[in-house]
């Protein structure tokens, strides 16, 4: 289906996305507005919000804490939605891994950061770790060695390299940075601001069989299928409301393959048994509609985008063209498009699309070592997402020329 002409896979999708569209209340309340921030958080499908209100007037309790019923019922949510993480990682060991419910891929990777690594790590130690992501996949990763260094222990943070231009990791360079003292690297998937498929594949290739990757998997969770045993990585860490499912749920999957096994420090206390029973039914939700097909369909109104915009002069795209071929080898674009104006701010520019009614996001999206100049007006698309919204959107990106 990626190799289509993106208006054939939106006519061959169309009466699949449009039953799934009506099922967001938010969307079909508001029909004049587009929202096109997904990438900031998701908007919920009514099966997400029924899950919720079943939940909290049926069985609502603490999980682990209880015998009676209700207790009962609550434990046999949670434990459920951990096989059911893993079942949607595609893990094919579940024996063998582990889910931990977090907060969001913030705290999911501060966690994976300061009670993993930061337990692993000896004198001389190196990692890799991306400069130009989410500052959240940089953050905890210094802080790691800001902290064994006042310990007294020195550990070098080197940068997983990227090529010019595209954004995309660059094998051949990384190839370099590794050495004998490689302990862990951490990369993303889809990266948050120029949509590109990181190819996180050719990185357990050149580091070899024996580093641990723990990947940042925010905007790749809940867009397209993902495999853990196809990517060979060691954590995968999200959010749950960038996935469908409410604020404040995600999760942190991990196998203890290359290294100790993953146990957050410290008294766990209440989870947050809603966030994690909406991020079940999300997963259901996600699984049922066909990862493949909202793959297939948000690529295609972003190809549609980033083809729109390289036709009107006064734009530039950041990161890669095209949406080339799912398979490919070379760079390819998932659901985010991010442009900006010659002439025009990105911020006036975001303030001028809403005042049309697309909701869009637009400064330097939390990107690690961004200036203020850096800034874009960045397009994320979902399923519930259509080409007339895309459509409007270029025509009047085009009255702005
Ligand atoms: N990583 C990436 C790639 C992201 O896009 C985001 C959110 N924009 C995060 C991490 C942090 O997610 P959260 O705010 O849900 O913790």
């Known amino acids: 289906m990626g190799a289509a002409r993106p208006q054939d896979t939106l006519e061959a999708l169309r009466s699949w996305?449009?039953?799934?569209?009506?099922?967001?209340?938010?969307?079909?309340?508001?029909?004049?507005?587009?929202?096109?921030?997904?990438?900031?958080?998701?908007?919920?499908?009514?099966?997400?919000?029924?899950?919720v209100q079943g939940y909290l007037t049926r069985s609502n309790a603490n999980v682990g804490r209880g015998s009676y019923p209700w207790a009962n019922a609550t434990t046999a949510l949670v434990e459920r939605a951990r096989e059911r993480v893993k079942e949607f990682l595609g893990d094919p060991r579940p024996d063998r891994s582990s889910t931990h419910f977090t907060s969001?891929?913030?705290?999911?990777?501060?966690?994976?950061?300061?009670?993993?690594?930061?337990?692993?790590?000896?004198?001389?130690?190196?990692?890799?770790?991306?400069?130009?992501?989410?500052?959240?996949?940089?953050?905890?990763?210094?802080?790691?060695?800001?902290?064994?260094?006042?310990?007294?222990?020195?550990?070098?943070?080197?940068?997983?390299?990227?090529?010019?231009?595209?954004?995309?990791?660059?094998?051949?360079?990384?190839?370099?940075?590794?050495?004998?003292?490689?302990?862990?690297?951490?990369?993303?998937?889809?990266?948050?601001?120029?949509?590109?498929?990181?190819?996180?594949?050719?990185?357990?290739?050149?580091?070899?069989?024996?580093?641990?990757?723990?990947?940042?998997?925010?905007?790749?969770?809940?867009?397209?299928?993902?495999?853990?045993?196809?990517?060979?990585?060691?954590?995968?860490?999200?959010?749950?409301?960038?996935?469908?499912?409410?604020?404040?749920?995600?999760?942190i999957w991990s196998r203890g393959a290359r290294g100790p096994a993953f146990r957050p420090g410290g008294w766990a206390g209440t989870p947050n048994t809603v966030g994690i029973v909406s991020l079940a039914a999300a997963l259901d939700w996600l699984d049922a509609a066909g990862t493949e097909r909202i793959e297939a369909w948000t690529v295609a109104l972003a190809a549609l985008l980033t083809d729109g915009l390289s036709g009107l002069d006064a734009y530039e795209v950041l990161g890669c063209r095209s949406s080339l071929t799912a398979r490919s080898e070379v760079q390819r674009r998932r659901s985010i498009?991010?442009?900006?104006?010659?002439?025009?701010?990105?911020?006036?520019?975001?303030?001028?699309?809403?005042?049309?009614?697309?909701?869009?996001r637009s400064d330097s999206h939390c990107q690690a070592g961004a200036k203020e100049s850096d800034?874009?007006?960045?397009?994320?698309?979902?399923v519930h997402n259509t080409r007339e919204e895309i459509e409007k959107l270029l025509a009047t990106l085009a009255s702005l020329q």
């Open 104 to 251: 969001g891929a913030t705290e999911g990777l501060r966690s994976v950061a300061r009670d993993w690594l930061a337990e692993l790590l000896v004198d001389g130690d190196e990692i890799v770790v991306p400069f130009a992501d989410h500052e959240a996949n940089l953050a905890p990763w210094r802080e790691v060695a800001e902290l064994l260094a006042r310990r007294g222990v020195g550990i070098r943070v080197r940068e997983l390299p990227r090529q010019a231009g595209s954004g995309d990791y660059d094998p051949v360079a990384l190839a370099a940075a590794v050495g004998p003292r490689t302990r862990f690297v951490a990369a993303t998937h889809v990266h948050h601001v120029y949509g590109s498929d990181m190819n996180v594949h050719r990185i357990r290739e050149v580091v070899g069989p024996g580093v641990p990757i723990c990947l940042d998997a925010a905007q790749s969770v809940g867009h397209l299928p993902l495999s853990v045993a196809e990517l060979d990585v060691d954590f995968v860490v999200f959010s749950g409301h960038k996935a469908l499912a409410l604020p404040g749920s995600g999760a």
């Open 17 to 51: 996305q449009l039953a799934l569209r009506a099922q967001f209340p938010i969307i079909a309340a508001d029909p004049g507005s587009a929202y096109l921030d997904s990438a900031a958080t998701s908007q919920k499908p009514q099966a997400v919000l029924d899950a």
């Open 375 to 382: 800034g874009s007006v960045r397009v994320s698309l979902h």
């Open 337 to 360: 498009v991010a442009f900006r104006h010659r002439e025009i701010s990105s911020g006036d520019l975001g303030f001028i699309l809403h005042s049309h009614g697309f909701m869009v």
